[in-house]
């Protein structure tokens, strides 16, 4: 069974590659809030809840109208660029950090797989901080931190059964 991240690596990738127009934060945005209002129109059709149906369609709708609007500040920041100089205007300009941010926490998952022991688990951390701060979006974030919670957990209840073997592999 593919591991969540790896889905959402795919996802990530699939989405650049279906929607090569995405190009903004703030687009990125607005495409969850569809794909998340399209989801309970479909959930309520199977479940033949029609005010529910009604509301997500609703939703749908305001969130079509968002992303034509974000699209249009996009394109007037691209084209206008002294405009484009304050903090607010970022996520206008900024591409969807999800995509790049993948990519990073990706690789740090790969090594952490790597790490054996609590020591190793800690000069880890110290040295790939700067790169763990980097990756921002929660949902990238929280999979990277949850496992490095996992192999500290793991490391730690490994050394206080064997606490002869401390800093050894597990």
Not at 1 to 23: G, R, Y
């Amino acid at each position: 069974m593919p591991e969540p991240e790896f889905d959402k690596q795919l996802f990530f990738k699939a989405l650049q590659q279906q929607l090569p127009s995405l190009k903004s934060q703030a687009q990125f945005t607005a495409f969850q809030a569809a794909f998340e209002s399209f989801r309970g129109v479909m959930n309520a059709i199977f479940e033949a809840n029609p005010v529910t149906e009604k509301e997500c369609i609703d939703a749908l709708n305001k969130a079509f109208d968002v992303a034509k609007k974000v699209t249009e500040v996009t394109h007037k920041l691209a084209d206008v660029p002294e405009a484009a100089t304050s903090k607010a205007a970022e996520e206008f300009k900024q591409p969807p950090a999800e995509f790049s941010e993948y990519d990073e926490a990706r690789a740090l998952m790969t090594e952490l797989a790597h790490v054996e022991t609590l020591s190793a688990l800690t000069q880890w951390w110290g040295a790939n901080r700067s790169r763990i701060d980097r990756v921002r979006s929660p949902s990238v974030r929280n999979p990277l931190l949850d496992a490095v919670r996992e192999r500290k957990v793991v490391f730690e209840n490994n050394e206080k059964k064997n606490p002869d073997q401390k800093g050894q592999t597990p």
